[in-house]
Nanobody, 126 residues
Framework: VQLQASGGGLVQTGGSLRLACAAS?????????GGWFRQAPGKEREFVAG????????YYADSVKDRFIISRDNAKNTVYLQMNSLKPEDTAVYFC???????????????????WGQGTQVTVSS
């Protein structure tokens, strides 16, 4: 079972990036909720966005609402994070995670995730 995050890079303020989290080895990835978290140097890992497996409901941190969009393609076993209007404060390592639950407070909390990708660096220059 593996999650592979990709799509990070260096972008200027106001630019866009699309992150992808590809799952392999799951028998039922479509029955796992997906989440994106980020961690900046010296800070704790924080919730960015999540999408439930049961009904595709999405959740966002207030800091990224209206700028980021999370989606999933179960046929490709992939969860995406479209990031628009990027700001320097979005700079961090972005991690994707997967879990079987779909309760909102568990979607937002990293301790409930069973699987993690390796992280991809996003750097937004001013």
């Amino acid at each position: 079972v593996q999650l592979q995050a990709s799509g990070g890079g260096l972008v200027q303020t106001g630019g866009s990036l699309r992150l992808a989290c590809a799952a392999s080895g799951f028998l039922t990835f479509s029955q796992h909720s997906g989440g994106w978290f980020r961690q900046a140097p010296g800070k704790e890992r924080e919730f960015v966005a999540g999408i439930t497996w049961s009904d595709g409901i999405t959740y966002y941190a207030d800091s990224v609402k209206d700028r980021f969009i999370i989606s999933r393609d179960n046929a490709k076993n992939t969860v995406y994070l479209q990031m628009n209007s990027l700001k320097p404060e979005d700079t961090a390592v972005y991690f994707c995670g997967a879990q079987r639950d779909s309760v909102v407070y568990r979607i937002r909390d990293p301790i409930y995730y069973n699987y993690w990708g390796q992280g991809t660096q996003v750097t937004v220059s001013s």
